[in-house]
C-alpha cells in the first residue's frame, strides 16, 4: 500500500508468487489477495496480519468482497464464494 501524495510505500503483503488481483473490503479494513501462488489471502490493513488463507488448485485470477463485505468470491479454474468471517466455503 503506497500514500498516494508522496509515493511513499505503507505496507507489504508477501506471496510466493505474483499476485494476479486485490481488493479492499468496503470498510477498508481488510484487504484480500489472489496470487499465482494458489492461494487467497485476507489480511488487516492496519496490522498487515493475515488472518485467512484459501487455498486454490491453480493460480487465483480474481478476488472480490460482497458490498455488504460478508462474502470473498474467488476464482481460479472455479468459482468460489467464502464466508469472511468463518473462512466456510
Request: glycine share 8%.
Amino acid at each position: 500500500i503506497f500514500d498516494v501524495e508522496t509515493g511513499k510505500e505503507l505496507k507489504r503483503f508477501e506471496h510466493m508468487g505474483r499476485v494476479n488481483s486485490v481488493d479492499f473490503s468496503a470498510d477498508g479494513r481488510l484487504l484480500c489477495t489472489g496470487s499465482k501462488d494458489k492461494h487467497a489471502r485476507i489480511f488487516d490493513v492496519e496490522t498487515g496480519k493475515e488472518l485467512k488463507r484459501f487455498e486454490h488448485m491453480g493460480r487465483v485470477n480474481s478476488v472480490d468482497f460482497s458490498a455488504d463485505g460478508r462474502l470473498l468470491c474467488t476464482s481460479s479454474s472455479d468459482v468460489r464464494v467464502f464466508d469472511v468471517a468463518t473462512g466456510e466455503e
